[in-house]
């Protein structure tokens, strides 16, 4: 079982499966079963456990400064926006690594120079309006 949210500003998801299982997944973590998580990540719902890891990466992790915790609460959101990012590109490879060369609605998860589309990433992270400077600002 894994946990999902979906992003800010994203109406709850329901998720089903074949067998019976139903899930609302909203805007807190909620736990999703182990056949529901294909559905989840189709939705655009966002894994607990790269969100945690781009928040470490992102914020430097809990080892990353003596800011006494300040910055926790300063709600930023750069960082879900990056996250977001990270999350389209990790998909994107995984698809990728599985032979798959279009998204769901046909666009192509990669360029002719073999970096991840502008599209496939606006797709999969849910942001209409992210650019290719900012996809290559993340990856570096």
Known sequence: MEQFKVRKGQKPVRLASTSGH???????WTDVPDELVNEALK??????????SMQKEVVGGPEGGEGGGEG????????????????????????????????????????????????????????TDVSRAEIDGVLE
Do not use: F
């Not at 139903?22 to 807190?28: A, F, I, L, S």
């Not at 939705?43 to 607990?48: A, E, H, L, T, V």
């Not at 046909?106 to 992270?125: F, H, I």
């Open 22 to 28: 139903v899930t609302w997944v909203r805007d807190e």
């Open 43 to 52: 939705s655009r719902c966002i894994p607990k456990d790269l969100y945690d």
């Open 72 to 127: 926790d609460n300063d709600p930023d959101p750069n960082k879900e926006r990056i996250a977001a990012i990270l999350a389209a590109l990790d998909r994107i490879n995984t698809e990728v690594e599985a032979g798959k060369e279009k998204t769901e609605s046909g666009r192509g998860l990669l360029t002719a120079k073999n970096a991840p589309s502008v599209d496939a990433v606006a797709e999969y992270s849910g942001l």
